[in-house]
């Protein structure tokens, strides 16, 4: 079921624009209900469509059709403004710990829907640390990506990859910001092999290849 409790801070998708991308967030906040207030308030200046509660409740706070203002500066695939092009859904969670298993049942359904209706391949569903990876940690190492990959609701690589291909060139494929390449890697890394640091590896490139062959589908 889902709740409206709508938002003030939207407006218009820039040039026509419609969505055919998804971004993940977590509310870093104590409760869904302080999340709600923030996100509703016309002060703080920030919106998302959706709102997850870690029992599962869920709020629209903007209409899909109009702009929440959840991604702020960032780009993906070489294009800025995300936000105008982005559906936003914000999820009930400190940054530190897992993801209840009502909130993750809540997404799974709520995914499909929305995927379906704009015509967004599982490649579109994003975490807001792709897009901004010098400024954002969401949705955390936490989240569960290969759950939504197994599902068809998020890429998650299930053939390998070729660790000859240049992380840079695959990374570009898939869609990350050309910001600085450790900042890139450390993005990647946190949605697909989260804990692990230092340099680049074999295992990174390989991973990336295989991310990118999906992108490219």
């Known amino acids: 079921m889902i709740t409206r409790h709508p938002s003030p801070n939207f407006g218009p998708r820039r040039d026509g624009q419609t969505?055919?991308?998804?971004?993940?967030?977590?509310?870093?906040?104590?409760?869904?209900?302080?999340?709600?207030?923030?996100l509703c308030d016309p002060a703080t200046?920030?919106?998302?469509?959706?709102?997850?509660?870690?029992d599962g409740r869920l709020w629209q706070l903007v209409d899909e059709p109009a702009r929440a203002w959840h991604a702020g500066a960032g780009e993906w695939l070489g294009r800025g403004d995300v936000n105008s092009?982005?559906?936003g859904i914000e999820l009930d969670n400190d940054g530190h710990s897992p993801f209840?298993?009502?909130?993750?049942?809540?997404?799974?359904?709520?995914?499909?829907?929305?995927?379906?209706?704009?015509?967004?391949?599982?490649?579109?569903v994003i975490a807001h640390s792709d897009l901004a990876p010098a400024r954002k940690t969401d949705p955390g190492p936490r989240f569960d990506w290969q759950r939504l990959g197994r599902m068809g609701l998020a890429l998650w690589p299930t053939e390998p990859g070729d660790p000859q291909v240049p992380l840079a060139a695959s990374l570009d494929r898939i869609g990350y910001p050309?910001?600085?390449?450790?900042?890139?890697?450390?993005?990647?890394?946190?949605?697909?092999?989260?804990?692990?640091?230092?340099?680049?590896t074999a295992q990174d490139r390989a991973l990336a290849d295989a991310v990118a062959r999906m992108s490219d589908d």
């Open 178 to 200: 050309r910001v600085d390449p450790t900042v890139r890697l450390s993005a990647f890394r946190l949605r697909f092999r989260p804990g692990i640091s230092g340099p680049e």
């Open 19 to 38: 969505p055919e991308l998804i971004v993940l967030h977590y509310t870093e906040m104590a409760s869904a209900e302080a999340a709600l207030q923030r």
């Open 45 to 54: 200046e920030v919106s998302a469509h959706y709102l997850i509660a870690r």
């Open 85 to 87: 092009r982005s559906i």
């Open 100 to 124: 209840s298993a009502p909130l993750m049942a809540a997404l799974e359904a709520l995914l499909p829907a929305i995927m379906a209706r704009w015509s967004i391949p599982a490649r579109g």
